[in-house]
């Protein structure tokens, strides 16, 4: 099993700890008290910091629990700790659910801390690279969500140009609809739910 050094910025910030055997991650907390509202993003303190050997990184990846439950997610998921990093660890925090805010209290258990081995490359540069099987496909060259047929929606409809292209994900809600302009964005969410007649309900952990 590898060692790594950790230190604790937070004397009440338990260490990283598996919850069952054979588990990747490990749990992180946050050092504070939030309140995220819809759309919102928040950047919490876990009150640790760690020193990798050489040839390892950490991965800060979300929980699935709150994921499912109340919509959170990580801004930069996953979040890289380099081998170097001495600071504390920290996460960016979004509440992805359009309705309600979600209220974590210090010590909440947020987030969860992936270690692996990660290789250092040296870059060659070439004229042409040499064939695979698969080439240049990519972005859904074979098939999946909406692949009705030759013809279907994956093409130019739900997943090309419609809901992910330019709809929902692209310019709406989370371009530049409700992420955009929430209250991160220019402080108008307040007055944007009492606009529609929405006022965001309070969820906890």
Not at 36 to 47: K, M
């Amino acid at each position: 099993m590898l060692e790594v050094s950790v230190r604790r910025l937070d004397p009440d910030v338990p260490l990283p700890a598996y919850a069952h055997p054979g588990d990747a991650g490990c749990d992180l907390v946050t050092t504070s008290d939030a309140d995220v509202a819809p759309g919102e993003r928040v950047l919490l303190g876990t009150g640790l910091s760690i020193a990798l050997p050489e040839g390892y990184a950490a991965f800060v990846h979300p929980r699935s629990g709150l994921a499912a439950r109340h919509g959170v997610g990580l801004v930069n998921s996953p979040g890289t700790v380099d081998a170097g990093y001495r600071g504390e660890i920290k996460l960016v925090l979004v509440n992805h659910d359009p309705r309600e805010v979600l209220r974590l209290r210090r010590l909440d258990r947020v987030a969860q801390l992936v270690v692996q081995r990660v290789e250092q490359v040296a870059w060659t540069e070439v004229a042409d690279l040499p064939d695979s099987v698969r080439g240049t496909g990519g972005h859904g060259s074979t098939g999946g969500f909406g692949d009705r047929g030759a013809g279907g929606t994956h093409g130019s409809g739900t997943h090309g140009s419609g809901t992910h292209g330019s709809g929902t994900h692209g310019s709406g809600t989370h371009g530049s609809g409700t992420q955009a302009r929430g209250t991160h964005a220019n402080g108008a969410q307040d007055s944007a739910d009492d606009a529609e007649g929405q006022v965001p309900r309070v969820r906890t952990t």
